[in-house]
């Protein structure tokens, strides 16, 4: 069984930062990719940013320059650091992870990310 425990989201004021951290744990095995999705109220899930087993990072045109991604592979941990939030960046924040041996993907429960003066 495999659980993505996602921590670090919050209330922050316009052009704050927030860091969000997703552990993996149980039987996962070696990661492929590490990601981060989105959910605004009434939208639907987007990609946010993504991080892969060779060191590869890639990002939503909407994030580059302001949010980083990185991945502690001893610990199965992946982090997003955002800066320069904006109130758009409003939303609920999903890990992804892809097993390498199957390629199979997991789910985080989500955390919420308020972007509000």
């Known amino acids: 069984q495999v659980q993505l425990v996602e921590s670090g989201g919050g209330l922050v004021q316009p052009g704050g930062s927030l860091r969000l951290s997703c552990a993996a744990s149980?039987?996962?095995?070696?990661?492929?990719?590490m990601g981060w999705y989105r959910q605004a109220p009434g939208k639907q899930r987007e990609y946010v940013a993504r991080?892969?087993?060779?060191?590869?990072?890639n990002y939503a045109d909407f994030v580059k320059g302001r949010f980083t991604i990185s991945r502690d592979n001893a610990k199965n941990t992946a982090y997003l650091q955002m800066n320069s939030l904006k109130p758009e960046d409003t939303a609920v924040y999903y890990c992804?992870?892809?097993?390498?041996?199957?390629?199979?993907?997991?789910w985080g429960q989500g955390t919420q990310v308020t972007v509000s003066s």
């Open positions: 991080s892969n087993s060779g060191g590869t990072t």
């Open positions: 992804n992870v892809r097993r390498l041996i199957d390629r199979r993907e997991y």
């Open positions: 149980g039987n996962i095995g070696a990661i492929d990719v």
